[in-house]
């Protein structure tokens, strides 16, 4: 399978390439620029990939690696922590995802306005948590998110709300986690559909506001549609990025309380590093992989072709 | 414009100053809680301005975690990472946007999996591939898997599919070979680009946790991320330290990225969306 990025630079750079090409004899040029990549490529990605499929066929049966057969994804199907760390990534997809990507989409288009002052300032304020580190701020948001003793429990019970349980209870950590990741990406997706804001004619604006369309007419007629390729952009990384989530639950919860915030990686990474069950991480893996190209297909499908080809 | 609405751009922009606010309330709370000790750090009220204990707690920090060693190891590994990474992804990206040759959609596909497929997938192999060759522990067992970088060599190659062809054609005709054109004409005007691959690159290994925690066993090897995590894990954390360092730890990046970000942001943006 092959990942058409969503806005690749097709068609510009057609006119003039064959010419180029009757001058010349087949160069092997082209082939050693890309050279150290591939080879690259093929040693730590694709030959990883495949020994992972294998391994994920074995089973260390008394110290010796044993043929399974399908076992390890048999044994994926009757496995409840596997469907609590789907349930978990699914429901962080479903409610965290689409959140961010509002406020992303808002804070873009505030960012983009004429009547903000100081952008470049606010520009690079909202950019500063992607600087910070995974684990950094994984760390310093369970210290503030302590239960007892954090900042964020002071201030509330100043407003007179009793302590949350923010990281002791199940789905309040779960709400804790969302809330890190949402203060982590929002200012790198926004980033992504300012660029792609600043494409926008003026002249569509323009025209729309002599259509007599306000404000919310021309967002919804003008920037969405401009947007689509980012917003598409920014939802398959988001959707990738959250399968795959490992950092954050691990320091800030470490998948906990009572397996509430285990994700699938989360999951993988103990199976392999702590039980050192290499065959079934692997299953895990695939059973990963599978699920992020079968979400992407689809939301290349909803989102993508009208408005990435214009 | 802005004189038309002054209403409604006061009110735009203090929302916004609004959020920011709440934004940076956790890093100016990192900043302030370095300052304090781990006691003082749960007192109630907690502390709003800087304490004294700073320097202890980067004594804490060089005693239980060999906290001088550890910056150096994670400078000494993204400034290595950066270069070579940026070597491979640069040429990559070259290649990809100047030449027409056989296979190369294919082969650019196939770089462009590395995007989806999860980074997971790999970690038990590399892991098994490391210790065989004898590796865990070492620099090199970090820093190669990761240096064909998908997402470094999609901006490479956006960026220089903006080279205009004319510039290129009159170099070979004034006889330059093609990695010297590489070199001489297509590299100056990338600058921008260039810094932000640096930038992305640097942040990148910088932060980087889950293979540094793999493949480093000894703590005098540990990268920054993983010398926290493992503090975080003792059965008495001492807070304040690990805060320290963490924000110690955001010091270089807020250098790198306050000095080189007009070209990050303006490579990032020509890079990641351009049509």
């Known amino acids: ?310 | 414009m802005t004189n038309r609405h002054p209403g409604r751009s006061i009110l735009l922009t203090s929302g916004l100053a609004i959020a920011l606010a709440v934004v940076a309330i956790p890093l100016y709370w990192v900043l302030v809680a370095a300052t304090h000790s781990s006691d003082e750090i749960f007192d109630s009220p907690p502390p709003l301005l800087p304490g004294t204990s700073f320097l202890d707690n980067l004594n804490t920090l060089q005693q239980e975690a060999h906290f001088g060693q550890v910056i150096l190891n994670s400078l000494g590994i993204a400034t290595v990472y950066t270069l070579l990474a940026g070597a491979v992804c640069t040429l990559a990206g070259y290649g990809f946007a100047t030449y027409r040759f056989r296979g190369r959609e294919a082969l650019f596909g196939l770089l462009m999996l590395g995007l989806i497929v999860p980074a997971q997938i790999t970690l038990v192999p590399l892991f098994r591939t490391m210790a065989e060759l004898h590796w865990l522990n070492t620099y090199q067992a970090v820093v190669l898997p990761n240096l064909a970088l998908p997402f470094g060599i999609f901006l490479m190659r956006q960026s220089m599919s903006g080279l205009p062809k004319e510039l290129l054609d009159s170099g070979r005709i004034d006889g330059c070979g093609e990695f010297r054109l590489f070199l001489r004409v297509a590299l100056p005007p990338m600058r921008p680009a260039l810094a932000a691959l640096a930038i992305f690159l640097f942040l990148y290994q910088w932060n980087d946790f889950v293979w540094p925690l793999i493949v480093l066993r000894a703590s005098t090897s540990f990268t920054i991320p993983v010398a926290l995590a493992s503090l975080q894990g003792l059965d008495e954390t001492d807070y304040g330290a690990i805060l320290a360092g963490t924000a110690i730890a955001a010091v270089p990046m807020a250098v790198v990225f306050l000095a080189l970000q007009r070209h990050f942001v303006s490579g990032l943006l020509a890079g990641a969306v351009k049509e």
């Not at chain 1, 992303?104 to 580190?133: D, E, I, K, Q, Y």
């Not at chain 1, 300012?194 to 003026?202: D, E, I, T, Y």
């Open chain 1, 1 to 310: 399978m092959t990942l058409a990025p969503p806005v690749a630079a097709t068609g510009a750079r057609r006119s003039g390439a064959p010419a180029a090409r009757r001058r010349r004899r087949p160069s092997p040029a082209p082939y050693l620029f890309v050279l150290p990549a591939l080879l690259l490529f093929a040693a730590f990605k694709l030959y990883p990939i495949g020994w992972s499929f294998v391994m994920s066929l074995h089973r260390k049966v008394a110290g010796a690696d044993t043929f399974v057969g399908a076992d390890n994804y048999l044994r994926l199907l009757d496995d409840p922590l596997f469907w609590t760390a789907l349930r978990n990534t699914g429901v962080i997809l479903a409610v965290q995802v689409p959140l961010m990507l509002a406020l992303a989409t808002g804070l873009a288009v505030a960012l983009n306005s004429t009547l903000l002052r100081g952008r470049s300032v606010f520009r690079l304020g909202f950019f500063l948590p992607m600087v910070t580190g995974l684990v950094a701020y994984g760390i310093a948001f369970s210290v503030l998110l302590n239960k007892e003793y954090g900042l964020v429990n002071w201030l509330l019970s100043g407003l007179g709300i009793g302590p949350v349980p923010w990281l002791t209870d199940g789905l309040w950590a779960q709400i804790s986690l969302g809330l890190a990741l949402t203060w982590h990406y929002t200012g790198y997706n926004a980033v992504i559909l300012l660029a792609r804001l600043q494409n926008v004619p003026k002249e569509l604006y323009d025209a729309a506001s002599v259509d007599g369309a306000g404000a919310f007419a021309a967002f919804r007629h003008v920037t969405l549609p401009g947007l689509r390729p980012a917003l598409l952009l920014t939802t398959v990384l988001s959707t990738i990025g959250t399968l795959q989530l490992f950092d954050e639950p691990m320091v800030l919860t470490g998948g906990g309380p009572d397996n509430a915030t285990l994700t699938i990686g989360v999951y993988l990474y103990r199976n392999a590093f702590s039980y050192f069950d290499f065959g079934y991480a692997s299953a895990l893996a695939y059973a990963l992989t599978v699920l992020i190209g079968l979400l992407g297909l689809l939301q290349f499908r909803l989102l993508g072709d009208k408005g990435s080809t214009s």
